[in-house]
């Protein structure tokens, strides 16, 4: 009896490690979008070109995603995870060290490369690991990690950058990375493979009309979003007067949203299918439209970041749920898939917004960014017709 519990004790410590690891992960990739100004700071750079962090960032997933995980597929889960944190914690540490803006990009590609298999494997594997009728437990605990990135992970980031420089950021994530490795090593069993990730495959479940749409609507919608998001730091520096310790304030408060946005889908998502897409993306719309009014007051600007934040996750999460009810018998390609798809959306926003600060001005990113959303809109009332 004592050695079940012992047990289970275990396997939920080694499930709550990888919910921590997906919070790592997950922080590192947007905690540049706070500390944007810095690192454009240290290198005598502009913001626009420093945002090809994400860019690149992002563009790297997506090409990388699919081909590292089949190549992958037949490792050891246990193995993979440690090759995966080395990578990591090494990344970071060149980040921490770096000379030029473009030994940080390196840096940067080797996080990408590790955060390109870890999200094809985590989930599967906390619930692999989970006892019967636990599965969805094991999966709310990677949701939660993944949430707690964007309400803790990213302002603390943010404030540790502000407050003793960005290179100690990226060393804190490294260290903690080290920190998680460590206790996943002592807890985790060896884990063979099951998956049969084949590049055969992928034809297969590419052809399916809906999963299309779903992908299509997705790098649109993430696009606009990201056009705005990813300046949102100079954007409320420079546009609405906001000093960087107010400007935290505002990112906690589009994470904090995010995690109202969660219940909000879990609760409402069966009941209003099609609402529950539509008023999220309207409401996304009226953000980035509001994003310049919105930012001359503290206040509207809390409560316009909260709205954002609320929309932005129950549309991720509803294209997600979507995708896995579309290909079940496929669900490890098509969210491989999902996921390059996801952060093209990511490296294109950021790069329209660059292109938006140097070619317009940092008031405009909220406006060019809710043309994607428009026509994100346009096209699902197009696709409804057809049973998107």
């Known amino acids: 009896m004592i050695n079940n519990a012992n047990k289970r004790s275990r396997i939920w410590s080694s499930i709550l490690c990888l919910a ?48 590292l995980t089949v190549l992958t597929s037949k490792m050891d889960r246990r193995k993979l995870l440690v090759f995966l944190f080395c990578l990591f914690i090494g990344s970071h540490i060149l980040a921490g060290f770096a000379w030029d803006f473009y030994s940080l990009m390196v ?19 906390a619930v692999r690991l989970a006892p019967n009728g636990k599965k969805a437990k094991a999966m709310g605990f990677i949701v939660v990690g993944v949430s707690m990135a964007t309400i803790l992970g990213i302002p603390i980031g943010t404030i540790i950058g502000q407050l003793v420089g960005w290179r100690i950021t990226f060393l804190c994530i490294g260290f903690i ?6 206790s996943l090593l002592y807890l985790l069993p060896p884990v063979p493979s099951t998956d049969t990730l084949s590049i055969r495959d992928i034809p297969k479940v590419l052809k399916r009309p809906v999963l299309l749409n779903i992908y299509l609507l997705t790098a649109i919608i993430i696009t606009g979003h990201f056009c705005a998001y990813t ?27 995010g995690m109202i946005g969660s219940v909000v ?38 409560i316009q970041g909260m709205l954002w934040g609320l929309a932005i996750t129950i549309i991720g999460m509803v294209m ?69």
């Not at 997950?26 to 860019?55: C, Q, R, W, Y």
């Not at 790297?60 to 081909?67: A, D, K, R, Y």
């Open 20 to 67: 921590f690891a997906a919070f790592i992960f997950n922080t590192t990739e947007f905690v540049p979008v706070g500390l944007l100004p810095n690192i454009a700071k240290s290198f005598s750079m502009d913001e626009a070109h420093a945002g090809l962090l994400l860019t690149i960032y992002a563009w790297s997933v997506s090409l990388l995603s699919l081909p």
């Open 231 to 257: 300046y949102i730091t100079p954007f409320m520096i420079n546009v609405g007067g906001f000093n960087e310790k107010v400007v935290v304030s505002i990112l906690l408060a589009i994470g904090f949203s």
């Open 265 to 302: 889908f879990a609760k409402y998502s069966d009941k209003h299918p099609t609402a529950i897409l539509i008023i999220p993306l309207l409401l996304l719309m009226i953000c980035l439209l509001s994003l310049y009014v919105c930012s001359f007051n503290l206040i509207t600007a809390i």
């Open 320 to 388: 997600q749920s979507k995708v896995i009810d579309v290909a079940p018998d496929a669900a490890d390609i098509a969210t491989s898939v999902y996921s390059g798809i996801y952060n093209i959306g990511i490296g294109a926003g950021a790069f329209v917004g660059s292109q938006v600060l140097v070619r317009l001005s940092t008031e405009y990113i909220g406006f060019i960014g809710s043309i994607f959303v428009i026509l994100a809109l346009a096209l699902f009332f197009i696709l409804t017709k057809r049973k998107w």
């Open 177 to 182: 990375a080290f920190c998680v490795m460590v």
């Open 107 to 125: 840096a940067r590609i080797g996080i990408a490369c590790a955060h390109a298999v870890f999200w094809a494997i985590t989930t599967p594997l």
